[in-house]
């Protein structure tokens, strides 16, 4: 979803709304886990109001083309799902917005309109044995939705930016990396692409 769905992502408006912009880097560049880092972060999101968050998930803008590219899968008869390591909050508005078919995220907990500083993470990799250690194992949820679907691994395609996807692009039958943040992300990857609009996709779908 992060910088690939949308030109932007979501920690970062909201860490640069609240002024804790450097905290949240200086976690990404720590040595912890990955999904230690992600407890971290969700700590410092204590106490925001979740109808504020919802204002600023809802002004961070989609990727340039993604709609016609949605739109033009959706008539095709393709299951559309967005798996993130971000939050439900966002990635449950966008596929709502959107009318994909499904979505797998981080679930903040709140308590009357406001967030506790816990995350209830999907996790994953400890079933599959993935070394990705992150709060949502890409690989092991394409694996539960290729089946929930009934769809083969082969027929299944994952795109991604960074290096939390790096399990995913590796897995899924077709794996695109799309304007990717992290260099090793293009050399895991069937397919890279460098033009930031979606659209460029359907040249390989």
């Known amino acids: 979803m992060d910088g690939t769905l949308l ?7 909201l860490s640069k709304n609240w002024g804790f912009d450097d905290k ?30 919802r204002d600023i998930i809802m002004k961070i803008p989609l990727t340039k083309g993604v709609k016609d590219t ?7 008869g393709w299951i559309l799902g967005i798996m993130s390591d971000s ?9 709502n917005k959107l009318k994909m078919d499904f979505h797998i995220a981080n679930k903040l907990e709140e308590i009357n309109g406001k967030l506790t500083g816990e995350v209830i993470m999907p996790l994953g990799w400890s079933e599959i044995k993935c ?12 694996d539960f939705y290729a089946r929930h679907y009934g769809i083969p691994m082969s027929q299944t395609i994952a795109i991604g930016d960074n290096k939390s996807d790096l399990c995913i692009i590796r897995q899924a039958g077709l794996g695109i990396a799309f304007n990717p943040k992290y260099p090793g992300l293009s050399k895991e990857a069937d397919v890279t692409i460098t033009k930031p609009d979606m659209r460029e996709l359907l040249k390989y779908l």
């Open 7 to 13: 030109n932007g992502r979501v920690i970062f408006a």
């Open 24 to 53: 949240v880097k200086d976690i990404m560049r720590s040595d912890l886990e990955e999904y230690k880092q992600s407890e971290k972060i969700a700590s410092l999101l204590k106490g925001l109001p979740v109808n504020k968050i």
């Open 70 to 76: 949605v739109e033009n899968l959706q008539k095709r």
């Open 87 to 95: 939050y439900t909050l966002a990635t449950e508005f966008f596929c």
């Open 131 to 142: 070394d990705c250690k992150r709060s949502v194992c890409k690989k092991h949820h394409l």
